[in-house]
């Protein structure tokens, strides 16, 4: 048997099937350059700005909230430590750090408490509620300021006839 010589089909031309592909590419990269294209990604890059702020004013309402609750905690208490006829025994309510918004720890129990405190102790109480220090007069001046920045104006006591 003899062999059928078979036609002769196209073949494709992959150099120029490349250089097509290059092109193309070329084409589809110069797609950057559109307007609308280009003002997208300015849109994009405008709403990332936007929500980066939002979450940073986020924060700030949640801390915002959190110090609102403290001084109205604060305010609450400080009413109730505002008894006219205190005694030096009556239990105080606490109030809580402005720093950190959690109850004061170390917080006097009462007045008596109060009268006890060293300068040491009553200045960090101070800052806690952010009130000043006292510039001078020691221990007794900075209680005196403590009392009042914990709502105590004064405490009753009672003295024996003679």
Known sequence: MAAVPQQQL??????????????AGDQLRLCANIPAVQ???????????????????????????SENQTMHHNHQARLENSHIFRTPTEPLTPLRS???????????????????????????????????????GGVNNAGATLKKAIGIYGVYTTTAAA
């Open 10 to 23: 196209a073949q494709p031309d992959f150099g120029a099937l490349a250089g097509q592909f290059h092109a």
């Open 39 to 65: 003002q997208g990604n300015t849109i994009l890059d405008a709403l990332r700005q936007i929500q980066q702020e939002m979450r940073h004013w986020r924060e700030e309402m949640r801390d915002m909230r």
């Open 98 to 136: 402005l720093q950190t918004h959690d109850l004061i720890l170390d917080f006097p129990l009462d007045v008596a408490a109060i009268n006890q405190l060293q300068l040491a102790q009553i200045n960090p109480l101070l800052d806690h509620l952010g009130a000043p220090r006292p510039p001078v």
